[in-house]
Each structure stands twice: as structure tokens, then as C-alpha cells.
């Protein structure tokens, strides 16, 4: 397996896009992590699926962001209308289970001008 | 709320050192610990899972420990290495109401291993 994939690797939007981060998990893994990284608050969960179900979306920040998996493969995190403070490495992760090994994509970093 | 903390959150040593890299959290009801490192630019790699149940963890130089009743987790490196250096992150999973699990980092420890 590739591990987990995230695209695109690099986005810079005007504020006020829409933005569409996507993931693809590693086979076989029932869950699917949401997180966002910045210097000043480390990593935050957003958002956690469970066989495509969303479990807790208590860490999305505001109604401008939501999340979607619409098959075990594929998962989209959306920003609309995006803001500078935003701006933040977005990673997605997947696992086995829900306490099991945590496996990390490479990341979105994401500027909003 | 579960907090991770992790000190120092910088570190640099002379390279073959052997040092520590510590890990603590407020709520000892966890699942497990998962120590992961990070390179600039890139996503996190699970370095070690150490189960609730479990005291320690071993990969090759690495050795992680956990003391879930003082909240408290070691990661050891042996014979430090320039390609050691990195951003060192612990992180707890825990049960987190209605059916949730929570993974909950710190803040990460930067290691520089001078050559």
C-alpha cells in the first residue's frame, strides 16, 4: 500500500475560496483523521470517521468547514468561504482501529492570501 | 480535557549521546501512547505504540516507556545520530464520551543531533 494520500501537496487561495483538501486512506483501515497543525497550537483534531461515518466533528473550528467521505477510499475537508487564519498544515491519518497505530499522509499546506 | 505536554521543546546534543525526550498527560485513563517524529515539510511517522497495559516498547535504538499512573512517558535514544534529528511528538489515545476516541499531541520536542 502507498500509505495514506493526501492532494494537493501545496494550496495558496485568495480569501474567500472555496478550498478542497483531499485524502485517500490506506486500505483496509476503518478510521479516518482530520487534523490541522500550526506553530501555535500543534496538532488539532478536527474531525474523525468511522467505516465513512462521522464520529466526532467536535474540533471543526466553524460552520466553514466541513468534512465528507463518501466511500471507505475517499474523504474530502472543505473550507468555504476560506479565511487568512486557515492557513495551517492539514493532515489527514488513517488506523485500524480506533486506539490502534495512527498512519500520517505527507499533508496539505494551505496559505490564504 | 486531556493536556500533553512535552519537555524540552528544543534539544540539541553532540552526536553518539544517548538522551531522553519526556512526555506527560493529565489524565491517566488512556488507551495508549504513541511516540511519532516529524521532519520539516513532511507528515508524522508512529515511531512506537506502548498499549495501556504495557511498560515499554523497543525499535532498534529506540526505547519508549510509559507510567500511566504518574502520567508519564520516556522516549530513549541510544547512540544519537545526525539523521535522529527531527521534531519528536507524543500522543495519547483516550475515550472520549458517546462512543469517541480522541488522539491528543503535544507539542513536540525539536532534536538537532550535532554532528
Known amino acids: 500500500d502507498a500509505g495514506v494520500i493526501q492532494s494537493p501537496r501545496h494550496e495558496v487561495t485568495e480569501m474567500g475560496q472555496e478550498v478542497t483538501l483531499r485524502c485517500k486512506p490506506i486500505?483496509?483501515?476503518?478510521?479516518l483523521f482530520w487534523y490541522r497543525q500550526t506553530m501555535m497550537r500543534g496538532l488539532e483534531l478536527l474531525i474523525y470517521f468511522n467505516n465513512n461515518v462521522p464520529i466526532d466533528d467536535s474540533g471543526m473550528p466553524e460552520d466553514r468547514f466541513s468534512a465528507k467521505m463518501p466511500n471507505a477510499s475517499f474523504s474530502t475537508l472543505k473550507i468555504q468561504p476560506s479565511e487568512p487564519r486557515d492557513s495551517a498544515v492539514y493532515f489527514c491519518a488513517s488506523s485500524f482501529r480506533a486506539s490502534s497505530e495512527a498512519f500520517f499522509g505527507q499533508g496539505t499546506r494551505l496559505t490564504v492570501v | 480535557k486531556q493536556e500533553v505536554t512535552q519537555i524540552p521543546a528544543a534539544l540539541s546534543v553532540p552526536e553518539g549521546e544517548n538522551l531522553v525526550l519526556n512526555c506527560s498527560f493529565t489524565?491517566?485513563?488512556?488507551?495508549?501512547l504513541q511516540w511519532f517524529r516529524q521532519d520539516p515539510g513532511k507528515g508524522l511517522t508512529s515511531l512506537l505504540l506502548?498499549?495501556?497495559?504495557?511498560r515499554e516498547q523497543t525499535s532498534g535504538r529506540l526505547n519508549a516507556s510509559l507510567d500511566k499512573s504518574s502520567g508519564r512517558s520516556t522516549l530513549y535514544i541510544a547512540a544519537s545520530q545526525p539523521g535522529d534529528s527531527a521534531t519528536y511528538l507524543c500522543?495519547?489515545?483516550?475515550?472520549?464520551?458517546?462512543?469517541?476516541?480522541?488522539?491528543?499531541f503535544g507539542k513536540g520536542t525539536k532534536l538537532s543531533v550535532i554532528p
Open positions: 500522543a495519547v489515545t483516550a475515550y472520549s464520551g458517546a462512543g469517541s476516541y480522541q488522539l491528543t
Open positions: 489524565d491517566s485513563a488512556i488507551y495508549n
Open positions: 486500505s483496509g483501515h476503518d478510521y
Open positions: 506502548i498499549q495501556s497495559s504495557q
